[in-house]
């Protein structure tokens, strides 16, 4: 998967979080939480070895996702104002006293959805080319992550090698949905066709053996 952890966080409260990888992002994705300079809304990126952090911060709700960084910052950042749009819309002014993972129970699974469709999913990126609503990412800078943590030694990003191997089952698991989906109507099709025809079958018997019954009655 492009986007391989996702969460959503009031000032340095993490409200929702989701990996779908083993990796110690959530960590270093909460030191980045309390380093972010100042209080004004932003778009910032943060590179680590060949994974960048990418933050969007808007009227006191931070969303932070950590991407691959062959994903660029287009389907990033386009994921990251889906997430705060949703985010908002499900709990409103909610965000603004929930407790630390408030809301992780329920909206951990639509990070989940939303990372696989972001990253996956090729109208992901083409609903976003024709909007133009991403012209801003352009201007964003991109800087290394042992800078804004302020830390002299490196960090080291821990992402196990089955990251992309998890994002092949993910795949994989919805093409078998699908195809048991498909097979299922197409077996519910046939046995309303069956059903119907051995009413018609039934009719016609019924049928005859009625217009055989009154024909003598007739012929008298």
């Known amino acids: 998967m492009a986007i391989l952890y996702a969460l ?4 340095s409260v993490v409200l929702a979080e989701f990996t779908a990888a083993s990796t110690n992002a959530s960590s270093i994705a909460k030191q980045i939480l309390e380093k972010i300079p100042g209080e004004n809304d932003s778009n ?15 009227d006191g709700l931070t969303v932070l996702c950590m991407a691959d ?13 889906d997430i705060h749009q949703r985010f908002v819309r499900t709990y409103g002014r909610a965000v603004f006293s929930a407790l630390p993972y408030g809301m992780n129970d329920e909206f951990s699974r639509v990070l989940s959805q939303q990372m ?3 990253s ?3 109208n992901a990126d083409r609903i976003n080319r024709l909007k133009g609503e991403m012209n801003q990412v352009r201007n964003v800078m991109i800087e290394n992550i042992d800078k804004v ?3 002299g030694d490196r960090l080291e990003l821990l992402v196990d090698k089955t990251a992309n191997m998890q994002g092949n089952t993910f795949r994989f698991r919805k093409q078998t949905r699908r195809f048991r989906n498909t097979v299922w109507w197409r077996n519910v099709k046939l046995m309303i066709a069956l059903i119907i025809l051995l009413l018609i079958l039934v009719y016609v018997v019924l049928a005859f053996v009625c217009h055989g019954i009154t024909l003598p009655t007739c012929l008298k």
Do not use: C, M, N, W
């Open 8 to 11: 959503v966080a009031r000032g």
């Open 44 to 58: 910032v990126s943060y590179s680590q070895d060949r994974y960048i952090f990418h933050v969007k911060r808007t």
């Open 69 to 81: 960084e062959s994903a660029g910052r287009r389907i990033p950042f386009a994921f990251l104002e």
């Open 116 to 118: 696989e469709y972001y």
């Open 120 to 122: 996956s999913d090729p």
């Open 149 to 151: 943590l302020e830390r």
